[in-house]
């Protein structure tokens, strides 16, 4: 304790908002909001699901189940996609990371947290555990969510711009309030779970590229549920962790807007602003797969008959997603010259079009080197302008205002069902799958999760 | 992925630290160290399973072993001072919390990080599970705790002045490099496992006088045992993950002196720097604290005799422990108040002279309130200066530069033991504790922990 204790942050006065956000997700209400909210959560876990079965399979997977399974652990939960039972904490471990392996998730585009993901994997293995009922896991999805996303409306850009991973350093937030919700804790029990995932913010973005960016969701779950489960036995934190000078917020943001998790608390639900990704990369550059695609139908375009394609970007989109030459299909996420490459060669740009094969591919690898993309200041961040020289000595040219996916484009239900397909398909069966969609859809109503279980996994 | 993008810190130059301490983890040979060196990893040891075992019937270890019981853990490792058996990452949580819980661990003075808790409670669990020798397991820690000093020292004290609780943000790297060696990862895995620890910094200040202070030291416990284990399976992170722009040292402090971590690495020790506490409290009031013993002793003085007890002191010792009037044990251990009342009237200051009893005494009160303490600029941060005013009209006077405890006048060995068994006698008996003072001066000889673990717990 012999330090040169020179504070950074020192609001001294901040509202007492882990006692506020643990007093809402205690005492708000079964279905408290709007029918359009209990919508758009039936949807995100249809889009989690299917993401999480889809990367069931894949090498990070495969790891985080050997590393757990090498703690004996109890078969308490299901792993999406998969046989395997985990115990309950990492059973959130594993989900959480499968379900962001493909990067394919749901975004919340006001602070690109991708809500579902540390929240749902949480709350569904605790739900199962404890044979909570549909209804119970979509409140404390919803409410979890609200949490996760508010805490990280307060604190972005400026936590982000840092370096945080903002799913994860927000997430277990998320996580604690859904399991709190379950677990049926009072208030003050509420506030302790919020506080003691308060000390676990998880995820740096120096790992966007390797597997530890996907173990921020699945650690954040983790991360949550854990907390949740002390605070339940009388495991005690500060009840200020979230907001005192030197709680989480002010010592990991300098920008702390107290009314962003305030504001509106009950009356308006982050969720509704959630959106899902039509392609399985980075959000920034949807609009350009999205106008090369559009071209591309548009006209019967094939790869031979292209010569050049020039994009006018927001600097964002070379900033994250510049590779050149990608030399794996986790590498390709990262180029927008691979991207729209794959958009032209196969009119979509799915999790099978980011495989290293396709990475490899000569004729992926001879149009992606024409395309051209140049940085304009003028260009919105979910915008892109968009050029093909073709070699008959056409010009094409689409301006996308908002890419499909956007709030303002969003994707329709049969949209999120064919997106669903592609990724559990090739898993567990389109008869399987259809069976998931149904299930996903009206999840609320079940009184349990076993048919889900029975469904989901082998 | 649409964040406006303002780095922070941008050191891209940085050296690549991350794999230098991988291979330093890796290669460094099996006690390639003085001979103190290896002591001070026994006299560690000793300490951090004193701390344990003192703790271990504590209401935080019972909540956090409850919520562990929630996930039917495999029965794979020892709760030190206790009958149940937890699986390893159970098991290094709890240990981690019961070690800290009296505030009553070792110190790195240069950090004030803990260094034992979260390496030693990561280290013991995984040694035990595969039976790993004597030797492994203090080369482990040794080498463990130098990887989490080493990054401390880069970074202290900016780190620790934004809000963060230092030895849980550098614990589990620590305890990542600890459980890689133990694994026998090779250096490229070793450095994924730095790198999935470096993305689960843990515990912020605000957090100090709850029961989640002591969860940052086992949470950082958890947190590196399972980054190894993940490595081990092929799990990946950033090779940079720790000094890259975006990485984890660059993000959470705006200090980041890279030859700290460097420098002499090899050849310097951080373990040979760490000191223990004589008294269960901050070691920021150690210096008043036996400035009164010491005075009571050559005077032999009781409460009765005294007026009036003047302090000068170090102003940390008021912003960290000015609490006039304690109402628990807790908080009595941030009171300068009470510590020099209970050096006084018991002549020691260990776990016993804070419980919520003596904190509540009417002697102990009237006395406090007789203390009174000015901040001196001029007092360093491990000196105070003591007057007594006597009833009889004597002033006694005494400048204590250091305390024991401090680097410059260390707790003898049998300091250490007498410490141990205040702690231990309480909960397994003295025979018990002799016999435990005994192994783990001589652990690096045994084959395995089974001799520890029959003596350690129930």
Redesign the interface.
Known sequence: ?????????TDVDAPPITRILADFVAAHPSRGWDASVDRQAHRSVLNWVGCAIGASRH??V???L??AT?????A?AMILGRSERL????AALVNGISSHTFDFDDTH?KT?IHPAGPVASAALALAEHRRASGRELIDAIVLGIDVECRIGNAI??DH??????IT?STGMLGAAAACARILELDAGRTAMAL??A??????????F????KA??IG?AARAGL?SA??A???????R??LE?????M???STKCDWREVTDELGLRFEISFNTYKPFAC???IHPCIEGCRQLRDAHGLRADDIERIDLLVH??VL???GKRAPKSGLEAKFSVYHACAAAILFGQAGEAEFSDAIAARADVIALRDRVHASVDASIG??AADVTIHCRDGRDLHLEVAHAIGSLQRPMSDADLSRKFHGLVDPVLGAARARRLVELCGTLADADNVDALKAAATD
Chains 1, 2 share one sequence.
Do not use: C, K
């Open positions: 304790m012999m330090a040169n204790d020179a504070p950074i942050a090498p990070a495969e790891a985080a050997a590393a090498e703690l004996a652990p109890g308490q115990d309950i904490a990492s585009l690109i972005y850009p982000y711009d840092r370096g945080w991973h994860g506080g003691i308060a000390s676990q913010p998880i995820g740096v973005r120096e790992q590229g390797s597997m530890t173990f921020h650690g854990m489960l002390m339940r036995h009388g495991y005690t934190a500060s200020r962790a005192a000078p030197r709680g989480l002010q010592t990991y980075g959000i920034v600097p964002l900033e994250l997603t961040e979910s």
